[in-house]
């Protein structure tokens, strides 16, 4: 549900996507969490992302977020948040995670 709310135009749905990483063996994930109007950075949501991860198995996590622009846009998450994140992630599957956060642009 949440894979289709964040990716309505996506031409794989997400039960195929799963399907696909399964088999892989040395694959690095990649994860954005924000709030706001669309908001997968609770704990419900984080909990569920963890235990697909830990099916998954990808040999290392990277966490991103990101600030939405426009109509119903998201906030990014903050830096401890995805540290808090990384934290219950490693502390339940030993996966590496790297937060990565990108340096606030000059305006």
């Not at 569920?48 to 622009?69: C, D, N, S």
């Not at 998201?74 to 830096?79: D, E, I, L, W």
Request: glycine share 4%; net charge neutral.
């Amino acid at each position: 549900k949440t894979y289709d709310t964040f990716r309505p135009t996506a031409t794989l749905d997400y039960k195929t996507l799963v399907e696909r990483l399964s088999p892989l063996e040395r694959w690095i994930a990649q994860a954005t969490f924000v709030q706001g109007a669309l908001d997968n950075s609770n704990d419900r949501e984080v909990l569920a992302w963890i235990k697909k991860i830990e099916e998954l198995r990808p040999r290392e996590v990277h966490l991103y977020t990101h600030e939405g622009r426009g109509k119903g846009g998201v906030k990014a998450v903050s830096a401890s948040k995805l540290e808090e994140i990384a934290a219950k992630l490693t502390e339940k599957t030993n996966i590496p995670t790297e937060v990565i956060v990108r340096e606030a642009q000059p305006a």
